[in-house]
């Protein structure tokens, strides 16, 4: 089933891959991206790019819907966005949104899945990613708005410094390990992490384009199939390094003094939660099928990372 799927971000990591693999698939994609983009991207060939801002109204009006697209693909969603989108785009089928599971932390049950709580806001919760899903999944209740969320863990992949154990994306991190320094870490080594290979999580969008009726109003956990322990994935990055540095347990302070940029409110706090979640919806819905565990996602970022010269 041929669709016409607008993609806005189509230059970014995750709207590049979408686009990609919506042109793939065989559907009409269109991509609009506001041209400021200055990060590697995929191959857009075969995607018609538009240049403009979704938030401009006059370009969604006089642009963009004139071509009257089936599926409309925001991977950077916010509440202001959606609405321009809704009234411009009424003939639109469906309406991705690209959220975060950083919504559903703490986790009070391993693997949590969609039913998990997240509409309270907590010490460590994305609860401004909670405010924009509530509205969007408000205006499914009210108006029908056909909206489907997709909520990702930690990225990871080719493009993008992966995840460090500062609770952020520091190549210092890494830099450290590949000269055998000294690194130090808080005490992680226990907690679980999730992440998803950023072809792995575009996939889930392009394969819901197939599935239009019954991805309306619902949410989506994508990720790889399995958690680790971020000591696994500490000794991960050692053996692609060949890294013999000394690994140092400092407490969350002290590590704040010692590295410039760690912060602990939402970076080492976040770090320091469990992230260990149930697919099993995407794959039932959707046909969801991950190929890279979050080992492999990270030895692609660490050699994209090498091949780009940052290490």
């Not at 609860?127 to 489907?148: A, G, N, S």
Request: hydrophobic content about 40%.
């Amino acid at each position: 089933m041929r669709r016409k799927v607008l993609v806005f971000g189509a230059t970014g990591e995750i709207g590049g891959r979408i686009a990609r693999l919506c042109a793939d698939a065989g559907h009409e994609v269109i991509g609009v991206s506001r041209g400021t983009n200055t990060r590697p991207m995929v191959d857009l060939t075969g995607v018609e790019m538009l240049q403009g801002n979704k938030h401009d109204s006059t370009f969604l009006k006089e642009v963009c819907a004139p071509r009257r697209p089936e599926v409309v693909i925001d991977s950077v969603p916010s509440i202001d966005a959606a609405n321009q989108l809704w009234k411009h785009f009424p003939g639109a089928g469906n309406f991705f949104f690209c959220g975060s599971t950083g919504r559903y932390v703490p986790l009070q049950f391993l693997p949590a899945d969609e039913s998990h709580p997240w509409r309270e806001e907590t010490p460590v919760n994305f609860y401004r990613q909670c405010e924009m899903d509530i509205h969007f999944l408000d205006l499914w209740e009210r108006e029908k708005f056909p909206v489907t969320i997709f909520c990702p863990t930690n990225i990871i992949g080719e493009h993008r410094i992966p995840l460090e154990l500062w609770g952020g994306r520091d190549i210092g991190f890494f830099k450290r390990l590949k000269a055998h320094e000294p690194v130090p870490i808080p005490p992680c080594g226990n907690v679980l992490v999730q992440s998803g290979y950023n072809w792995d999580l575009a996939s889930a969008f392009a394969l819901a384009v197939d599935h239009p009726d019954a991805v309306r109003g619902e949410t989506f956990i994508i990720s790889c199939k399995h958690a680790i322990t971020l000591g696994r994935y500490l000794e991960t990055a050692k053996a692609f390094l060949n890294s013999r540095s000394e690994i140092v347990t400092v407490t969350p302070e002290e590590l704040v003094e010692t590295i410039p940029g760690v912060r602990i409110r939402h970076g080492l706090d976040f770090l320091l939660e469990h992230m260990c979640f149930d697919i099993g919806k995407a794959e039932r819905m959707l046909g969801y099928a991950p190929t890279h565990t979050t080992e492999q996602g990270l030895e692609k970022a660490l050699a994209w990372c090498e091949a780009a010269g940052l290490l």
